[in-house]
């Protein structure tokens, strides 16, 4: 059975960082996309990184974090990372990591990477208030 467990959240004042993490067990770890997404109250759950967790590593980004946050991984310890650097209050949010169960051979990633559908296993999320 799939499990992710994310943690890492808190709260910081704007300008700060945070990272976060995401231990991912009951599968065989790699070949696969990662993601994190968030979501805000009283807002729709949007994309924010994701990862190839296989060879090259590839990522993607959502214009709202592109430059401030990065998405790695640690493939022995089956974690996938979020750093979060110049917070800004709108990145208050329920974050969530999830995995998409497609096995892939090095892609490219894309807009695509971010589609939600893509995604069958979620963690339960860690929380982000950022202050102004």
């Known amino acids: 059975q799939v499990q992710l467990v994310e943690s890492g959240g808190g709260s910081v004042q704007a300008g700060g960082s945070l990272r976060l993490s995401c231990a991912a067990s009951?599968?065989?770890?790699?070949?696969?996309?990662m993601g994190w997404f968030r979501q805000a109250p009283g807002k729709e759950r949007e994309g924010g990184a994701a990862?190839?967790?296989?060879?090259?590593?590839?990522?993607y980004y959502a214009d709202s974090v592109e430059g401030r946050f990065n998405i790695s991984q640690d493939n022995a310890k089956n974690t996938v990372y979020l750093q979060m650097n110049n917070l800004k209050p709108e990145d208050s949010a329920m974050y969530y990591c999830?995995?998409?169960?497609?096995?892939?051979?090095?892609?490219?990633?894309?807009?695509?990477?971010?589609?939600?559908?893509?995604?069958?296993?979620w963690g339960q999320g860690t929380q982000v208030t950022v202050s102004s």
């Open positions: 009951g599968y065989t770890y790699g070949s696969n996309c």
């Open positions: 999830a995995r998409d169960p497609r096995p892939m051979v090095a892609p490219s990633l894309g807009p695509w990477a971010l589609r939600q559908s893509r995604y069958n296993s």
């Open positions: 990862i190839y967790t296989g060879g090259g590593g590839s990522t």
